[in-house]
């Protein structure tokens, strides 16, 4: 991997993995790999099935939760957010990753955000001093999410 970056020192963000990646993962301590990629992405050396079967072989926990372009909804995010807690809260590392690592940064910053209470003006500030620095489109995608989830628990 190109990046690999920790956020908190059981979140660590990074790009596409290799083979040789994940068992590295594997003798580093990682719980489990989340990939935010979609198949027949450029750059891919390994399909979301694949990488998956290897992770599992390894003995780590493997999610799959593709990102894209439309905007990010539950249950999907919240599986995620969910993954990430389960681990880390038991003490296990987590990678995830995208295909360079944008996704992955903004994914973790909504599961900071929903880890703390963060409002979305909140998220992207405390973000930056994480180093989850989004901007445009997925800074975009991080608010929006933010910003719905938050009404949806005001009941509006």
Request: hydrophobic letters at 35%; glycine letters at 12%.
């Amino acid at each position: 991997m190109n990046v690999k970056r920790p956020v908190t020192p059981e979140i660590i963000i990074g790009d596409q993995p290799s083979e040789e990646d994940l068992l590295e993962c594997k003798y580093e301590g990682y719980a489990g790999v989340v990939n935010l990629r979609n198949d027949r992405e450029p750059d891919q050396p390994l399909s979301t099935k694949a990488e998956g079967d290897k992770v599992r072989a390894l003995g780590m926990e493997y999610l799959h939760y593709g990102v894209g372009g439309a905007p990010l909804a539950d249950p999907g995010v919240a599986g995620v957010c969910d993954f990430i807690n389960r681990h880390t809260g038991a003490g296990g590392k987590v990678l995830v990753h995208c295909r360079k690592g944008g996704r992955a940064m903004a994914l973790v910053l909504i599961q900071q955000a929903r880890a703390h209470g963060w409002t979305a003006a909140e998220a992207i500030d405390k973000g930056r001093a994480l180093g989850l620095q989004v901007d445009g489109q997925l800074k975009t995608m991080v608010e929006n999410y933010l910003t719905r989830q938050s009404r949806n628990q005001e009941g509006l």
